[in-house]
């Protein structure tokens, strides 16, 4: 309680002095607007209607490039866990797909796929598939050898062992990948939008940018950070039931 507090008070500093600033005439609005200013732009984007549409595209983008990049990297990662020879095959090539700047990647998965939604997701969906892909990983190389020796003993075969030992036993890694591409779902979403989305919150910052609304630009901003937290709060309550329902069992 005295740490939300704390940041509370923080935050309220921080945007009292940024307010007298701006006020004191020594920056100009077009360059950084006061707080005040950034609320009343949000306000007018809320009660007008026009922020839902664009909020609904990122959270629609957002979830579906999740999804994708969540199946791929947690398949990926149980695939070239229980085979190794084919993890020492493709991994190189695994490592090497994420190191391409996934904004150039933009103008190729436009001729690809066109502008609008499909290249925001795929951009989005290779941004997710490394932290799943690179935790699941390290989390099915956790299970101690004298469980799986245990197991094989007890005779349980490749797809038991996998689901009632590793996939518990990686769990808490996994679910820590998984709060890792959630943020990285949102950051994905909104640049895809900057290269080619026609709506959403990236698209609608691009337009902002194209008429020096400096204030709009903030007030999305806002609207983007407080996605984020929604998302990331809801996936750490996610991850505690999950977690506490495996520790009864």
């Not at 923080?10 to 006061?34: F, H, K, N, Q, T």
């Not at 290779?126 to 020796?149: I, K, M, S």
């Not at 245990?150 to 679910?175: D, E, N």
């Amino acid at each position: 309680m005295r740490t939300r507090l704390a940041s509370a008070l923080l935050l309220a500093a921080l945007l009292i002095a940024w307010e007298a600033w701006c006020r004191s005439g020594r920056v100009s609005a077009l360059v950084l607007p006061a707080p005040s200013a950034v609320a009343g732009t949000l306000w007018g984007e809320i009660a007008s209607g026009r922020l839902w549409p664009h909020l609904r595209v990122t959270a629609s983008e957002m979830a579906l490039g999740l999804l994708a990049g969540t199946v791929l990297g947690l398949g990926a990662g149980i695939l070239l866990s229980e085979w190794p020879s084919l993890h020492r095959v493709l991994r190189p090539y695994v490592l090497a797909s994420q190191l391409v700047p996934k904004l150039a990647l933009g103008p190729l998965l436009i001729l690809w796929f066109g502008f609008g939604l499909t290249p925001t997701v795929v951009i989005t969906a290779l941004v997710c598939f490394f932290p799943l892909f690179e935790n699941t990983l390290t989390g099915l190389a956790q299970v101690e050898p004298g469980q799986r020796e245990l197991f094989r003993m007890l005779g349980a075969g490749r797809v038991q062992t996998l689901l009632r030992l590793k996939l518990p036993t990686a769990l808490p890694v996994i679910l820590a990948g998984f709060r890792v591409a959630i943020v990285l779902a949102l950051v994905g979403a909104v640049v895809g939008e900057f290269v080619g989305g026609r709506q959403g919150l990236g698209a609608s910052i691009i337009a902002a940018q194209s008429v020096m609304d400096s204030s709009l630009i903030l007030a999305l901003f806002v609207v983007i950070t407080a996605l984020g937290m929604a998302v990331y709060e809801a996936a750490r309550g996610l991850e505690s039931l999950i977690l506490r329902r495996y520790a009864r069992d």
